[in-house]
């Protein structure tokens, strides 16, 4: 299984940015997902995921600003971030775990691993 992101950048506060998440080499499209942040120095840290029922999940700081999505057919996981805020900065990382019993849950560890983009919000 191969995860590959894009969209990261640099913006100002209060800006936005999309990232996507291209999934590759999955049997199946039946799969639980999340996106995943960390800045040097500290532990990686759960953002966001959705399960195989389309059932989303968010951390506190985030809920109401970023919105996880799947399309299945595309086989692409969307993480749309509005209302930027510098402590947003960090790489954003996709994990995913192969279904049908996958568990969802923001904070959950994922089995497969995408290389990361990085996300810089100024101030």
């Known amino acids: 299984v191969q995860l590959v992101e894009s969209g990261g950048g640099s913006v100002e506060a209060g800006g936005s940015l999309r990232l996507s998440c291209a999934v590759s080499?999955?049997?199946?499209?039946?799969?639980?997902m999340g996106w995943f942040r960390q800045v040097p120095g500290n532990r990686r840290e759960g953002v966001a995921s959705?399960?195989?029922?389309?059932?989303?999940d968010y951390r506190d700081s985030v809920q109401g600003r970023f919105t996880i999505s799947l399309d299945s057919a595309k086989k692409t996981l969307y993480l749309q971030m509005n209302s930027l805020k510098p402590e947003d900065t960090a790489m954003y990382y996709c994990?995913?775990?192969?279904?049908?019993?996958?568990?969802?849950?923001?904070?959950?560890?994922?089995?497969?691993w995408g290389q990361g983009t990085q996300v810089t919000v100024s101030s």
């Open positions: 994990g995913a775990d192969l279904g049908p019993h996958c568990s969802g849950g923001y904070w959950i560890n994922r089995d497969y």
């Open positions: 080499g999955a049997p199946d499209s039946s799969y639980c």
């Open positions: 959705i399960d195989t029922d389309g059932i989303t």
